[in-house]
Every structure is written in C-alpha cells, then in structure tokens.
C-alpha cells in the first residue's frame, strides 16, 4: 500500500466540527488581541503607506524590495540573530523547528480540504508522504531542543533579559505542544501499526509507539483521542494569547523588519512647516512617534542585545535602550486601557514620569543599539526625537547648552572667532578654495582640527601628507563653519539646519563635489545629513584617501624594518566610521603600511570590540560639550580594552576619540601614545 495517513484518523465527525468551531473561535480572539494593539499603532504619525503603494507595479516593487528583502535574510534567514553563541543556536533551533511544524500543519490542512473536494487532489501520500513525516520528526527534535536549551537560559537569569511571568508559560506552552505532538505520533503508530518505509520515515514516532506496544487497539485510540484534543487545545490557547505574551514580536518582529529605515547614521528632518502645523517640535505624548515606532515598541522581546551593547548603561548611566523600549511600550498600552469616565488620574506624562531627562541626556548616539537589534527597533530615533522636543522647551542647560549658543554666535562650539579657524594651517601653505579654485579634494577641517590644539596636529600632519603626495587639494579657511552634527544629536534640529543651509551655500559657491573629512562626525554629517537639504558630495574619510593614494604610488612609504616609536599598536574604530559608514579596513591598511615591512610586519593587536562592533568613545551625541562623573566615563572602559592588547599605541581616526581616549589612557597611568593614523604616517615618513 502507498504510505499515507488520515488527517482525522481516529477522530469522530462530531469531534471535527467542534474542532473547526474553535478554530474560529481562537482566530477570532487572535485577530482581536492584534486588533488592539493595531488600533495603538495607528495613534503614531502617518509614515506614507498610500504613498507607499502609489504608482506602477514596478514603483511599487521598487519600494517593497528593500523591506521583503529584509524580510527574507533577516526575518527567516536569522541573518541578525546568529553570532551570539547559546542564544543564538537557541532561537534558531526553535524558529526553524516552529516554522517547519507550522508550515506542515498548514499542507497537512490544505490536503485535508482539497481531498474533500476530489480525491485526485489528495497529494500527502507516497513519496511526498515520506518526506514529510521524516521532516518534521527531525525539527519537531530541533525545535524542542531550542525551547530546552532557553529554559536552561532563562533559569540562569542573565541581567540584561527581561523576565516576566508570562515567559514560563510561552516556554511551558512550546514544550507541551511539542510533547504532546509526539505523543499523539506514537499512539497513532500504535493503533494504526504501520509497516516498512510509513512506520521507518518516522524514527521518533516508532521509538515512542514502541512505548505503547503493550496497549489494545482500543486502549491505543482512546489514549490518541484523549491526548488529541490535549494538543489541540494547547494550540488553541496558544494561539490566542500570543498578542497578550512576548510572542507578540512574531507579528510586530516581521512588520517592523519590512518598514524599518536601516541606514545608521541618518535622521528625519523637520520642517518649519510641522512645526507650525502641530505647534511643537519633536515628540512630547507617546501618540508623536511615527506609527512604525509604535509598532517596534510590540517587536522589541528583551533579549538584552542592546543593553549589553550600550556604553551609557556600561558605565552605570540611567540609560537602558531596552528600559526606553520597555517604558514607551507601556505608556501606549496605557492608554489603550479602559479608564472610568469619572477617573481624574492622568496618564503618566511622556517626560518626567516615563523617560527622565537624565536618562535621554545618556545616549551618545553610536547606534550600538540600532546595530545589534535582531528586529531593527531603534532606540537612538527613539531617544532623539524625545531631546528635539527638551530641546525646542528649552529645559536643556548646562554645557551642552552653551555650546549650543556658541555655535549659534560664532558657528563652532567652542566660541571663538571665525578669523581664528584658519590659524592651525599657519606656515603650511595650504590654500583656500579662494585661492585656488581648480582643487581637485575639498579638505573639511572641523570644528576640532581648527580650535582644539591637539587635533589641530592631525589636520597639519594630514595636509603635510596631501603635499607630499602632490594632491591638489584646498580648504574653505574663514569661509567654513560648524557641520552642525553635534546640535542635530542633541535635538536642536533648526541650529543644524541653518548651518547646513549655510555651509551648502558655500560649497555650491566653489563648486565642491569631492569632500576629505578626518571627523567621522562631518564625514557622517556631510554625506547623510547634507543630502536631506540639497547638499549631495562624494566625501571621503582621511584614511580613505591616504589608503588610496598609497596604492596609487602618489605617497611612497620606505619599507624600513624600523618600527620607530609605535611598538604594538591596537586601532580604535569610530562609531560613525565603522559601524555607522562601514569605514574600518582603510585605517587598518594605512597602518599596516605605514608601521610595518615586508620582512618585519607591524605588531598590530585587534581590540575584543572592533570595526562594526567597537564600542564607543563617549564624545558622540553631543556629550563631547557634557560634564561627565569621572567614575562613569565611556572613555575609561575603551582605553583598558585598548591597554588590555599590550599596545604602545593605540590609534585613531576621529578627533573626538583622540580627545577622549587620550584621557581615557591617562586615567590609567599608562604611556601608550595615542596617534590619528594620519600622524603615525606622517612620523614614518619624516614629514
């Protein structure tokens, strides 16, 4: 006979009707559960979905693509969930075994009704049959392993995943459907005895009938029924609550990965024009997010990736990117929840109540949250369209608020005058775009290359090496001012705006298309911001263009077997270098070269944290402009990772890690130099 089984074997018609009764039943309350929380989604700002579906098929596709692709390396490729050791082997177990059993069940139910419709349509025989059962015996294991493998985790306890009570009965539910599955396998191998290749394509369901083999037939199928409707029931339940459990993120998880914007790095602008519209800028109720934000807050399943990521909560700031997650998703259920008509509590307020100020000023916006996200919630947007709003009420002070105003007096935060900005370049001869109009780079010096003493030696070694190497190159001098990066982090959106308008004006007057930058912060700001307001340039970091000027045979490195004065030497990658622009191999090669020779390579020691992964300075978000408890710098943790490696050396390429690693390596008493890579060829080379 063809292998092949009912898929009512055993159960009574009368049984089937009650079963597809509560099948609507359960469908029913799960539409509700996502109706609810849907219904919270829709309380955000607009994010363009008729937009969005405007247009030929083709537009259309050409919008969908980035999203369904996503969907499909990230979503069920796992491709953001895999590198995290037991965790990770965990959830992919567990999601490959779930969407195998619940892709099985689905075929086995379209069988079911297209064989009631013509037995010619009946297909779960044969050969597709055999495959089947083997299938989902084996990741019905997988899948059992990853939910025994989570339960061993979650007794542990590890401090940076959440916990609710909830959580025992997912994991309790999961394990129950998938013993129970087994169990109604073995007893349906016991009363029907299936023989030859229908009993062996099933390894575990025959060991576990085995079990059996001391029942009659008619022990066999009371025991099969029984526990069917023990399983079926289970699933019910299941099914139903997943919109009121964490298993909330299998729907939130996937529609989010789709709509997510996933360029780091890059924020939403504001307009006059909203401003005036909704008579606030930046996010003051939880209903101002946009409605993709609303829904990330039901993707987000405390796993913790981003607390373990986050330099604010490593240093013991009252900042947890999970916690804001957490605490925003709890505000918008709030106000879901039904209040009497006569209630005068009101809903706790977005600042002050539900997020702190202490706790927004924290974030130093390196994007370590956004980046290692499994379903790309990003806390950081989160966290800045919050300050926007802190912002625009003026409730910031100290520092970070005088740099403000000194950027908004003198365009760079330090205050000083314009006719200062040019004085680093001081018998260099580097001309001005003034001075010479056909250059073929623009160098962007910075705030920091033109104010601060010690990254104004990395802007002069960086010029000596572009005269060594014959660039025709100039600088905007007098004429450039504050990229603006550091006001439009901290939320102060139109200070950034009209120092862009300003700074575009200015390149558009000379032409500009090509831009050297040594800031990551202007690199990120020129390339991403710039291009929301009209300015588009190549613009290119100093490691880059050394790198490349290297290869070309422009800049000639001696292969002396002198190591000069480096030693061992670590690199420190710049968040908006590496993981916010990609930017990590460049810097490596330039040292390589510029430290080491073919017969005596440079002694280079990679930190635990590197290129996509590093781990953040402090300086960004602004909190370069902050006073900060020594005990709790970001800094300090970076320069003992760095010193961990028994570097001499640790460079750079960022002039607010130069600053800040620089104090982070005094802080321990340390004599590693701390060099821009720029420096460090420029040393090699004599220049």
Request: with cysteine; proline share 5%.
């Amino acid at each position: 006979m063809q292998p092949t089984r009912e898929t009512f074997g055993n159960i009574p018609h009368s049984s089937q009707v009650i079963f597809y009764g509560l099948t609507v039943v359960t469908m029913a309350v799960f539409a509700y559960g996502i109706w609810r929380r849907f219904k919270l989604w829709r309380q955000g700002a607009p994010i363009g979905l008729k937009q969005l579906m405007a247009g030929s098929l083709q537009q259309i596709w050409a919008r969908l693509q980035p999203g369904a692709r996503r969907l499909w390396v990230e979503g069920l490729g796992q491709k953001r969930v895999r590198g995290r050791g037991l965790p990770s082997w965990a959830h992919g177990l567990l999601f490959a075994g779930f969407m195998m059993l619940f892709l099985g069940t689905t075929l086995l139910e379209i069988d079911h009704l297209s064989s009631g419709i013509s037995e010619a349509l009946h297909f779960h025989r044969g050969t597709y049959y055999v495959v089947y059962e083997f299938t989902l015996d084996v990741f019905g294991v997988l899948f059992l392993i990853g939910c025994i493998l989570f339960l061993w985790r979650r007794t542990r306890r590890p401090a940076s995943v959440g916990h609710q009570a909830t959580d025992w009965y997912v994991l309790g539910s999961f394990i129950a459907i998938g013993v129970t599955g087994y169990l109604l396998e073995g007893l349906r191998m016991a009363w029907q005895q299936p023989t030859g290749i229908a009993a062996q394509c099933s390894p575990v369901g025959l060991l576990i009938a085995q079990g059996f083999s001391g029942l009659s037939n008619a022990a066999a199928r009371s025991a099969h029924f029984t526990v069917w409707w023990i399983h079926a029931l289970l699933v019910f339940v299941f099914i139903a609550s997943i919109p009121h459990t964490r298993l909330m993120h299998f729907i939130a998880g996937p529609m989010n990965l789709f709509l997510a914007q996933p360029v780091l790095g890059k924020l939403v602008p504001v307009s006059m024009e909203e401003v005036e519209k909704t008579e606030r800028i930046g996010v003051s109720a939880v209903a101002h997010f946009n409605q993709q934000q609303l829904l990330s807050l039901d993707a987000c399943m405390e796993c913790g990736r981003c607390e373990d990521a986050c330099p604010a909560f490593a240093t013991d700031k009252p900042l947890s990117p999970k916690k804001v997650v957490q605490d925003l998703k709890r505000l918008m259920t709030l106000s879901l929840t039904p209040r009497p008509a006569d209630s005068s509590t009101p809903l706790p307020a977005l600042h002050g109540d539900t997020i702190q100020a202490e706790t927004l000023w924290s974030c130093t916006a390196c994007s370590a949250c956004v980046d290692v996200c499994p379903v790309r919630i990003d806390p950081l947007t989160l966290i800045t369209d919050m300050r926007r709003n802190r912002v625009g009420e003026g409730t910031l002070s100290g520092t970070a608020a005088t740099a403000l105003r000194r950027m908004q007096s003198s365009s760079n935060p330090w205050g000083l005058p314009a006719a200062d900005r040019p004085n680093w370049s001081e018998g260099l001869g580097a001309p001005t775009a003034r001075e010479n109009p056909n250059f073929e780079v623009l160098y962007w010096i910075g705030c920091a290359g033109s104010y601060d003493r010690r990254a104004q030696r990395v802007a002069r070694a960086v010029v000596k090496l572009l005269k060594h190497a014959g660039v025709n190159f100039a600088i905007l001098g007098r004429e450039e001012k504050c990229t603006g990066e550091s006001a439009r982090r901290l939320g102060d959106e139109f200070l950034f705006q009209e120092l862009a308008q300003a700074n575009i004006a200015t390149l558009a007057k000379y032409n500009v298309r090509k831009i050297l930058a040594h800031c990551p912060h202007c690199l990120n700001s020129l390339l991403k911001d710039y291009s929301q307001f009209g300015g588009q340039y190549e613009v290119i970091h100093h490691t880059q263009f050394i790198s490349q000027l290297i290869k070309e045979g422009r800049l000639k490195v001696p292969g002396s077997n002198d190591p000069g004065n480096a030693g061992a030497v670590t690199y420190h990658d710049p968040c908006y270098l590496a993981r916010a622009n990609g930017i990590h191999e460049a810097p490596r090669e330039v040292l390589r070269t510029a430290l080491g020779a073919s017969s005596a390579p440079v002694d280079f020691r990679e930190m635990l944290r590197n290129r996509e992964k590093t781990f953040c300075c402090g300086a960004g978000g602004g909190r370069m402009w902050m006073e900060e408890d020594p005990k709790q710098r970001v800094s300090t943790v970076r320069a003992k990772e760095a010193l961990a490696t028994g570097a001499k050396t640790v460079a750079v390429g960022c002039p607010f890690c130069l600053t800040m690693i620089t104090d982070g390596v005094a802080g321990q008493d340390s004599s590693a130099r701390v060099m821009d890579v720029a420096e460090l060829l420029a040393e090699k080379l004599g220049v």
